[in-house]
């Protein structure tokens, strides 16, 4: 199901406020949030740690990640009132690009208040890209799918919506399929992210970080 996805029929929400605005009426209503990450290199300009990131100051940009943390425990705590929980799958390739190695530090801080994150190869999600990658997947319960879009520069630009129930089923059970066989954050994280050194930014992604 997942490689039908990119010719499947959606409704596609744009700029970001419109995509969010969606999402908004969906999330008392849901059960479980299942999200799908394929991409290795995205740019998060509304991101304070990401801009320091992106800048070449890493100790700062961990601070930041850090100080985000109340906001981080607050969204989980929301998240429990509502009666759901949140679980990722991330597809990472080696050797680990700067963004992700920066993403999975967020990441951290995100497994530690209780978000159910599992990493996978790209081996894992090969079958279903005979026509391309898998796209970026998040889904609402079994109520609606969208696919995450983002601009020519990696920046999140809105979102398409799918609410065949075949599709988002089919869909949803493959990503929960994947969930279930990846291997667990923290020892990803032990094993292939604390012993690298910082990340080294490219002059062309510190330029946008101060743009």
């Not at 605005?21 to 394929?38: A, C, G, T, V």
């Not at 520069?153 to 129930?165: H, M, Q, S």
């Not at 493959?174 to 490219?202: C, K, M, N, S």
């Amino acid at each position: 199901m997942l490689d039908r996805v990119r010719e499947a029929a959606g409704e596609t929400f744009t700029p970001v406020e419109a995509y969010r605005d969606d999402l908004s009426r969906l999330w008392p209503r849901i059960e479980r949030f299942d999200k799908l990450e394929r991409i290795q290199h995205f740019r998060e300009p509304y991101d304070a740690s990401w801009r320091a990131f992106a800048a070449g100051r890493w100790e700062e940009s961990l601070e930041l990640t850090e100080l985000n943390r109340p906001n981080v425990v607050a969204e989980f705590a929301e998240d429990a009132r509502l009666g759901y929980r949140s679980y990722r799958v991330r597809v990472v390739e080696f050797p680990i690009d700067t963004y992700l190695l920066w993403e999975m530090y967020r990441y951290r801080v995100r497994a530690e208040c209780g978000e159910d994150i599992r990493i996978v190869t790209p081996e894992a999600v090969s079958r279903f890209e005979t026509n391309g990658i898998v796209p970026e997947l998040i889904f609402m319960g079994s109520l609606a799918m969208y696919e995450v879009l983002y601009d020519e520069n990696g920046v999140l630009a809105g979102g398409r919506k799918f609410t065949d129930p075949e599709l988002v089923a089919g869909c949803r059970a493959e990503v929960q399929a994947l969930h279930q066989q990846a291997e667990e954050f923290w020892t990803f994280f032990d094993r292939e992210i604390a012993p690298l050194p910082p990340p080294v930014v490219g002059p062309e992604l510190s330029r946008s970080a101060n743009s």
